[in-house]
């Protein structure tokens, strides 16, 4: 499966910058910002500032496994990287 990656950095209620990409099977900005808004919410961080600005397409790429399991049952997959606990 391909897959396309947004490169997404948001500002936490704590101030700190998190980094994380929101991969999807679908390249269509508008729901990869409201991917990111839904786990975001998710993990206690609603009301983040995320709009294209924070949240921008990279590139696409080849899926391993687990991840196209989990954008089959949710519809995104999110890929933590700097900041997310």
């Not at 897959?3 to 390249?27: E, N, P, Q």
């Not at 269509?28 to 206690?44: H, N, P, Q, R, Y």
């Not at 961080?45 to 921008?56: F, I, K, L, P, Q």
Request: hydrophobic share 30%.
């Amino acid at each position: 499966m391909q897959i396309h990656v947004y490169d997404t950095y948001v500002k936490s209620k704590r101030g700190h910058t998190m980094h994380f990409d929101v991969f999807t099977d679908v390249r269509d900005d508008k729901k990869a910002v409201e991917f990111a808004k839904e786990w975001l919410t998710s993990i206690g961080e609603e009301g983040a500032t995320v709009t294209s600005e924070e949240c921008r397409f990279c590139h696409s790429q080849k899926a391993p496994d687990e991840v196209i399991e989990e954008i089959k049952e949710k519809g995104y997959y999110i890929y933590k990287m700097e900041g997310c606990d």
